[in-house]
């Protein structure tokens, strides 16, 4: 058998249809992220909640490019993102209703509460996972995105509410984790 020259172009083709195709299994495999998107394109959302939906997509491709730990977050994330959007979507049903900027008392809450469920279940999904570090990271980042998409009712309070809900809720994993290396 020969090895490649250097300045053969067939390593650099190949290599390129390689990556072609990762990222075409890592969009198949995102799929479920977009159901986020789509929710928030049939409500007629704004554009602030288009993008933030658009970056939840992008990160869950981007978690399947990595691969490994972060490939393994995604969908146990996405079902964990859930809760919070659900929480908030329960209360506002309930007569608490967020108008333009201003919430009554449950919108903060419900996002803290479920960002801190959703925080929860990602360090518990993750704390067995071999790849602990990429999983939580991917996992965490895709909770608090999916949950601030039902929190953008309360604004940069809502969503801050969620990230340091998910933040909260990971921590006992994280020290657990800490301390097992």
């Known amino acids: 058998m020969t090895l490649p020259r250097p300045d053969d172009p067939a390593p650099a083709h190949l290599r390129a249809a390689y990556e072609r195709g990762r990222l075409g299994t890592a969009l198949r495999r995102a799929l479920p992220s977009s159901l986020f998107l789509a929710v928030v394109v049939l409500e007629g959302a704004p554009v602030g909640r288009l993008a933030l939906a658009s970056l939840l997509v992008a990160s869950a491709v981007l978690a399947h490019v990595v691969g490994r730990g972060a490939a393994r977050a995604v969908l146990p ?11 908030v979507r ?88 800490l301390r097992r290396a």
Not at 112 to 139: N, Y
């Open 77 to 87: 994330a996405l079902l964990l993102a859930l809760v919070p959007f659900a929480v």
């Open 90 to 177: 329960i209360a506002e049903s309930a007569g608490h209703v967020c108008l333009g900027e201003s919430c009554v008392s449950w919108c903060l809450p419900a996002c803290a509460f479920g960002g801190l469920l959703g925080g929860v279940g990602v360090g518990v999904v993750g704390a067995r996972d071999e790849d602990r570090a990429g999983f939580v990271l991917a996992a965490a980042t895709l909770a608090i995105l999916g949950g601030a998409l039902g929190c953008v009712c309360a604004g940069g309070a809502g969503m801050s509410g969620v990230a340091l809900g998910t933040v909260l809720g990971l921590a006992p994993s994280l020290a657990l984790a």
